[in-house]
Structures are given as structure tokens and as C-alpha cells.
């Protein structure tokens, strides 16, 4: 695709190009297997190839220049189309503007490039045993040393680690710091010495999460975005992104899961009184649906002016999950008998596992991102002012 720096020119050439592109795609890869690996993979390499990653950096770092709205615009094409998520979004949606607002000119030369090529794959080092999304009781330690830090310590639902070249972490850099206080955010090369990975076998048969173990590794002191000790004020930043422009297509996604439903539903067979019952929860998950949509283009809104969308974050996050596995939960009911068979089974049963699948993994949804917990707390605290939880919150 040629640059275009105007908004509706760029978005009629992303539609000429995506739905070709998609259905020959589709050759290789149908919908439901939009989860998969191989091909999140091969979806991000075509993305690259057409110039479609980057659109809002500028082109000091190979990026178009873009405004927010045309990036917005671009995810919500996609996803309306049924596209995958590429397997490097992590690090292209939140990583790389949390580099570019707080990285130095050296970090971003240094570690924009493999983002935007494909070249080097990402993934967020925060959960520790026994700390899950209490990020303020991490443990992992950063003590200092020639040139830098040597990192000990233990991630855990580490997404991606297995095919990581970096990892960004929060890694507690003061060793008599308690709660947020003491902490840095840092860039770790995942095939430096003492980085070891365990993979996680998920009940969909999937190993995407891991365990992660760093014994004396050692990190240069240029890999540390911002200053030390300041790590919560990017992390929460970080969080934020992730929360933003990086939703929508989950969000476009759900109303197509809905619109699934729907149909097993239409033709489920039903006596009278699970038909009523089940219209009704529809009638539910319909309704929270168009709240999640109206929340949604308001983050969005908050993202396109500038601004980050802040609590309004931690809302979207906690309704999306818990309707999310709302509505999978239908599915699964809803196919009767099929609904028995494995996540991983193909041919004639394809799609049929794949809400197998979908209903196994919709599970940790309420957990990845911050559990439903810590968003309750979280909005508690700061939209209605009531004091801090002090089960999750350190002093």
C-alpha cells in the first residue's frame, strides 16, 4: 500500500487491500482457527508487508504519521471482518507508545524497528506466584552491577514468553521499597544467560502462557524506561493503552459471538419454557452488549482527542470479561450435544470446537489484564472514593 496521509483515502486503500487479502487468506487459515498460532503469525507478516502496522509513529521511526482516528478506524475494519488478532500486538499496542512517550531517542532506535518489521516478538512480564494482578506486591529484584542490574525472580501467565526475543517487566529495584514505591520498568533480552521459560499447558491443550524464570540476568542500565523506581507511573500507563485502542476489536468480536449465539439459539430446538429462559439471557447479554458498545466509543473517543481513557478502562475491561464469558457460556449450551466434543477436534466439528475452545479459554478473561477483583477495586477507589482495599493494596 502507498502512504496516504489523508484519513478516508487511507482507510478506502486498508479496505481494497483486506478483504482480497482476507479471502485468500482464508484459503490457508479459515475463521476458526483466527486463535492459532501459525496463524496470528502469518496475519502479522502481511500486515507488515502491506504497511498496515506503525500507522500512528511518525516516520522517524518507519511509522505513517497517521492521526489516532485512522488507526481506531483500521482495528474496527478488521475485526468487523472477522480478521486475527497479528501475534505481536502486545508489543505494537502497548509497548511501543509507551516507548515512544517515555523511551530516550536510543531506546526507540533500538527497539522500534523489530517492532514494526516483526522481527522481534514482545511479551509483559508483571504476574508473580502469589501476586497475580497485586502488582504492588511484586517481588522479582533488580540489584545493581557493573553496567546495569542483575535481575532475580519469578513471572508466572507470562503470554508469548516462549517466542519472546524481550520481555518489558516491572522488576522491584529498591530493596527496602514496599507496595508501588521502588519499582522499574524494564526492557529484558529473553536469550540473555539465567533467562529460563516453562510453558503452561492451558485446558484448551494451548501452551500460549508460561512461567518465567530470571537467575542473575544481567539487564544494561539503558534498558530501564524512565528512572528508576518510577516503573508504576509507565506500567499504569502501559495499562491504559492496553485498555484503549487495543480493546476495540474484542469488542467488535463480542458482538459477533452474540450474533453466534443468537443463531444456535434461532435453531436449538427448544420446549417453551428453556426458550423463555434462555431469550431472556440473551435478552441479558443483548443488553450489556450495547452498554459495552456505548462505553467503548467513549474510551475511543478519549484515545482519537489524546487522552487516555483512564477509569473509563477499568469499566470496559470488567463488563467486556464478564460478558464475554456470558455469552460463550450460551454458545456452549446452546450446541447441545456437539458441545462435548474436544477444543482441538477438526473437519465437520471444526467450528463446533472452536467454542469448545473459545468457552475453556473465556474463563481466564475475568483474570488477564487485571482480575475483575482488581478492577472493582480499582474503580471503587477512584470513581466513587471509597477507601483502599487493604487485602490488595499495599501501604
Known sequence: MTDNTEGPGFLAQASAWLLPALASFRQEFP?????????????NALLREANLVSLTWSAEYGGRALPTTDLIAFHELCARHGAPQPINSIAHSILAPTLLQFGTDSQKAHFLPGIRQ?????????????????????????APAADGWLVNGHKIWTTQAHLARWCFALVRTKPD??????????????????????PIRQLTGEADYNEVFFD???????????????????????????RGVYFLPRVVQLEHELQRAQALFARAGLVPGERDSYAHRLHEARDRCQVIRWRVEQVIGRVAAGDTPGIDGAILK???????????????????????????????????????????????????????????????ERLLGLPKDKS????
Open 216 to 242: 542473575n540476568v544481567a539487564v544494561p542500565a539503558e534498558n530501564i524506561v524512565g528512572d528508576v523506581g518510577q516503573g508504576w507511573r509507565i506500567a499504569m500507563a502501559a495499562a491504559e493503552y492496553e
Open 31 to 43: 475463521a476458526h482457527a483466527n486463535s492459532s498460532q501459525a496463524c496470528r503469525i502469518r496475519w
Open 118 to 142: 516483526g522481527t522481534e516478538i514482545w511479551c509483559q512480564g508483571y504476574s508473580e506466584p502469589g501476586s497475580g494482578s497485586d502488582l504492588a506486591s511484586v517481588r522479582t529484584r533488580g
Open 392 to 395: 490488595t493494596h499495599a501501604n
Open 177 to 198: 521499597s514496599v507496595g508501588h514505591r521502588g519499582l522499574s520498568f524494564m526492557l529484558i533480552d529473553m536469550r540473555a544467560p539465567g533467562v529460563r521459560v516453562s
Open 318 to 380: 470488567l463488563l467486556w470479561s464478564e460478558t464475554r464469558q456470558m455469552v460463550i457460556e450460551l454458545q456452549l449450551e446452546l450446541s447441545g450435544e456437539r458441545a462435548v466434543i474436544g477444543p482441538e477436534a477438526a473437519g465437520e466439528y471444526a467450528e463446533d470446537a472452536s467454542i469448545v475452545r473459545e468457552f475453556l479459554w473465556s474463563r481466564a478473561e475475568t483474570i488477564v489484564a487485571g482480575t475483575s477483583e482488581i478492577q472493582r477495586n480499582i474503580i471503587a
